[in-house]
């Protein structure tokens, strides 16, 4: 396994890292909320609490316009999948029962709840990736792709 060094960008990196922790935080200061993406947006779908839909909203609705911001003042980096549509169906699937199942997602667990040093997030996360080691692993080693 080799780094790609003219891709490594660590100042972007930590601007990126710090605005998630400092809208994670804003939220749970502010808000007594957690920034666990898969369940803001649970909690919008049903439509839980009468209070709840227009923060919700709101946050949903900068995950969606951050890029088109960023579009105004830079170019978007190029990106590329490489995977067929079908497999990436079959992965949204699998992630998204995997939130459920975990109670959470990885925004939730992984910078939420570490950062609060929950034992279950701990579990969750440790969990979340041991399994996305191994399936790369089986992927990429054992089968070849």
């Avoid at 909320?33 to 649970?42: H, L, N």
Wanted: charged share 10%; hydrophobic share 50%.
């Amino acid at each position: 396994m080799t780094i790609d060094w003219s891709h490594f960008t660590p100042l972007t990196a930590l601007c990126g890292g710090l605005l998630i922790g400092l809208s994670a935080a804003v939220l749970l200061l502010c808000n007594g909320r957690i920034a666990g993406i898969s369940g803001i947006v649970g909690g919008l779908l049903q439509r839980s609490k009468a209070g709840d839909f227009g923060w919700r909203a709101a946050f949903v609705s900068g995950l969606i316009l951050a890029p088109v911001l960023y579009r105004v003042f830079g170019e978007l980096p190029q990106s590329r999948i490489d995977a067929h549509w079908a497999t990436l169906v079959v992965a949204g699937v699998l992630v998204g029962f995997g939130s459920r199942l975990g109670s959470g997602c990885t925004s939730g667990h992984g910078v939420c709840g570490i950062s609060r040093l929950s034992p279950r997030s701990l579990v969750a996360t440790a969990t979340f990736m041991s399994t996305g080691f191994i399936a790369v692993y089986i992927v990429r080693h054992l089968l070849g792709g």
